[in-house]
């Protein structure tokens, strides 16, 4: 922690990343305890009231509180994004620990499915198992920590390909240790870094795909709130001036998947600086 701290304080861009994700997810975490409105609770008689002191963020058409809504928005986004990127670490992660460090059939295999599901673009191919799952967060996590997968195989496959021509991995290996000790003992802490950057770029990827489907109806069925169904609800009023309804939702996308973003970037500079340099 000391050690993070230091590297985040010495880095301006990626304290900057690390400042707005902490001030959302705190938001996320505690902003019902000093907003305690029911995101759910209908005032008709108090619909489409712009920004004020006693609705900071507006209310949308049913008079429901929009500040309330964008932190249950927030909850929602932020924790089925975590789910993702943990799912799609872990399976994508070990196939490509284990393809890399196996090869033959195994790896042929999976990268054959692999290569499948990279034939499609991220988006689309999460679209297409929302739609045959059919509607629902279920169905919205399924499609995009499968859309997630391939990035992480190809990813921790190559690293795998390069760290196991080691000679203290061949060491090990001429004395009797298991491919599951090679991993966690001998490969696994040589890729922690790369797992690192790889989970923030899913983070980010997440935040987006996840608000294009319920923007599209996919993913979060109303009423529970949700930024991308925020957004779709708020169109129905953009041309007639209610802009808060779209404006706020888009605004908490915009900031969470650039600082997601940031600190990946950051973080591939840090532990990778021939990538940075190739990129100059």
Do not use: C
Not at 62 to 91: C, K, N, P, Y
């Amino acid at each position: 922690m000391r050690q993070a701290l230091t590297i985040i304080s010495r880095d301006a861009e990626l304290a900057v990343g690390v400042g707005v994700f902490t001030l959302i997810a705190a938001m996320a975490a505690f902003g019902w305890l000093l907003w305690p409105v029911d995101p759910l609770q209908v005032d008709v008689l108090d619909s489409l009231a712009p920004p004020s002191l006693a609705h900071p963020m507006g209310t949308d058409d049913v008079g429901r509180d929009v500040l309330a809504r964008f932190i249950r928005g927030a909850q929602v986004s932020m924790l089925v994004a975590l789910a993702v990127t943990i799912l799609g670490t872990l399976i994508g992660g070990f196939l490509g620990l284990l393809a890399g460090l196996w090869g033959g059939f195994f790896d042929t295999i999976v990268s054959r499915i692999v290569d499948a599901i990279l034939a499609f673009p991220p988006l689309i191919f999460a679209m297409a198992v929302a739609i045959g799952l059919g509607p629902g967060i279920t169905s919205a996590v399924i499609g995009v920590v499968l859309a997630s997968i391939p990035w992480y195989f190809r990813l921790l496959r190559s690293e795998v390909l390069r760290i196991r021509t080691l000679m203290y991995v061949d060491s090990a290996r001429a004395l009797g240790a298991s491919s599951f000790r090679l991993i966690r003992r001998h490969i696994l802490p040589q890729t922690t870094s790369t797992i690192l950057i790889q989970a923030s770029s899913v983070f980010s990827f997440s935040i987006l795909t996840l608000a294009a489907l319920g923007f599209v109806g996919l993913g979060v069925q109303p009423p529970v709130p949700e930024w991308g169904t925020m957004i779709t609800e708020g169109l129905a009023f953009a041309l007639t001036g209610q802009w808060w309804l779209g404006f706020f939702p888009g605004l908490g996308i915009f900031l969470l998947a650039v600082s997601a973003n940031l600190i990946a970037d950051r973080l591939r500079d840090i532990y990778d600086p021939k990538s940075a340099v190739g990129a100059g």
